[in-house]
């Protein structure tokens, strides 16, 4: 770098300038794109050259008023700017040829890319990149979510409110401390919780409502598993009488939902706890993997034809579904920290497979926390956590097979067949390492 230095004077300098054109080159090619395939080359109000442009003023204001040490300067620039962008836009509006529908998407970008640039010589070179992908995503999925936003229903908008209820109003106002003598009740930690598996289950619905649920009946149980793998597989088994020719496809999709839990488990152990998330790490990649490979040998049996109805997925989220999880979550805790302190381990290791049958979040949740707080060894953790995920398996093996149509129980049967052995294999590993063995 010294003999880059050497040869170009004011090397960082320069390039904040030239990652300010680039920030604004990228923008720009999105909106060069988009105007193209709206109206005549000629009309675009700005481009591929014109935001690089803007981009590069902020950040000559940036640079002249830091020298002038007179914050007037990049004030009056950014006013010029915003007046130029107002005044342009009623003459769109008067202007009989334009389209007054378009909005001040445009306007405002260009405001947005004006700070970018400006933001590039002062040191944020990071947030402004980070800014503008995003930026630039959302001008690229205007299609995308202009649809989804007509097909949002009064309960989706309802459900949305309500996540933002739990999470930027509830949890503030909680006390982070524990209140009974075992630890269990933190009011703070255990909303934490719930406003995390609402988190990880309202995502997978709105990636469902984005991407359609008629594409692919695979993609339906890919995303159905990251809502509910147990939800997913009641409604699969379901359908599957009123569907006799899709059941078959219908045993696979369910399989790919119930893989789909194993990264899912992952994912919230990371979130809660780390220690065990990696301690754990090993078993949950050989399950998923496993899990894909019998998917993807069974999709060669049994082809997942394109289903246009889909699945309808009802809304995950919901108040009264938050606070019934919340108080799960307490009494699955008082569980886990009585089967430890009168049972043992063993006791332990029998409350999550019996509650493992009801679904993984609430007793994975739970071992995560008596971990984090000192409650629990991550060995016997993990392997309880293991114990949870085969007792869910089994369970959802058992659903398939007994609410299902007949088409739909061999290829269940197979799948769930495979996971259910080499879940067997991973609780017997994890329990050499536990004190139920060692011990």
């Not at 800014?131 to 690229?140: A, D, N, P």
């Not at 109003?169 to 609402?198: E, H, M, T």
Request: with cysteine; net charge positive.
């Amino acid at each position: 770098m010294e003999w880059i230095t050497s040869l170009v004077p004011n090397i960082e300098l320069w390039f904040r300038f030239g990652l300010a054109m680039a920030l604004g080159g990228l923008v720009g090619l999105e909106r060069e794109y988009a105007q193209q395939h709206v109206a005549d080359v000629e009309r675009t109000f700005a481009g591929i050259r014109t935001f690089p442009l803007i981009s590069l003023l902020g950040a000559l204001s940036a640079f002249v008023a830091t020298q002038l040490e007179s914050p007037i300067v990049f004030a009056v620039a950014f006013g010029g700017m915003a007046v130029l962008v107002g005044i342009t836009y009623v003459r769109r509006l008067t202007d009989e040829r334009s389209d007054r529908s378009e909005g001040i998407t445009t306007e405002v970008t260009i405001l947005l890319v004006f700070m970018l640039g400006s933001l590039t010589y002062w040191g944020w070179g990071t947030l402004a990149s980070a800014i503008t992908v995003v930026v630039t995503l959302l001008l690229s999925l205007k299609r995308t979510l202009h649809d989804m936003a007509r097909r949002l229903t009064q309960e989706d908008l309802l459900a949305t409110l309500q996540f933002a209820l739990i999470t930027a109003v509830v949890l503030p106002i909680l006390p982070n401390r524990p209140l009974d003598p075992y630890g269990v009740i933190n009011l703070y930690r255990i909303w934490l919780l719930v406003v995390l598996i609402s988190g990880v289950s309202f995502g997978g619905y709105v990636a469902i409502k984005a991407l359609g649920p008629h594409r692919a009946l695979w993609l339906t149980g890919l995303l159905g598993g990251m809502v509910s793998s147990t939800a997913t597989t009641l409604s699969f088994a379901e359908r599957s009488h009123s569907s006799p020719r899709l059941a078959p496809a219908f045993g696979v999709a369910l399989i790919l939902a119930s893989t789909v839990m194993y990264p899912r488990v992952g994912v919230l152990l990371f979130i809660v706890e780390p220690r065990l998330f990696w301690r754990t790490l090993p078993y949950l990649l050989g399950l998923t993997g496993i899990g894909l490979i019998t998917c993807y040998i069974l999709w060669q049996f049994y082809r997942l034809p394109t289903d246009e109805r889909g699945m309808v997925l009802e809304n995950p989220l919901n108040l009264s579904g938050a606070v019934r999880f919340a108080l799960i979550f307490v009494v699955v805790s008082f569980i886990v920290q009585f089967a430890q302190q009168y049972l043992g381990i063993f006791g332990l290791f029998a409350a999550s497979f019996l509650t493992g049958l009801m679904g993984v979040d609430a007793i994975v949740l739970s071992l995560a926390n008596a971990t984090a707080t000192g409650g629990l060894d991550v060995m016997n953790a993990t392997a309880a956590v293991m114990i949870a995920t085969l007792g869910n398996t089994v369970a959802k093996a058992v659903l398939a097979y007994t609410l299902g149509a007949t088409p739909i129980r061999r290829p269940a049967a197979y799948g769930f067949g495979v996971l259910t052995v080499v879940g067997v294999i991973a609780v017997l590993t994890a329990l050499k390492f536990s004190t139920f063995v060692q011990g």
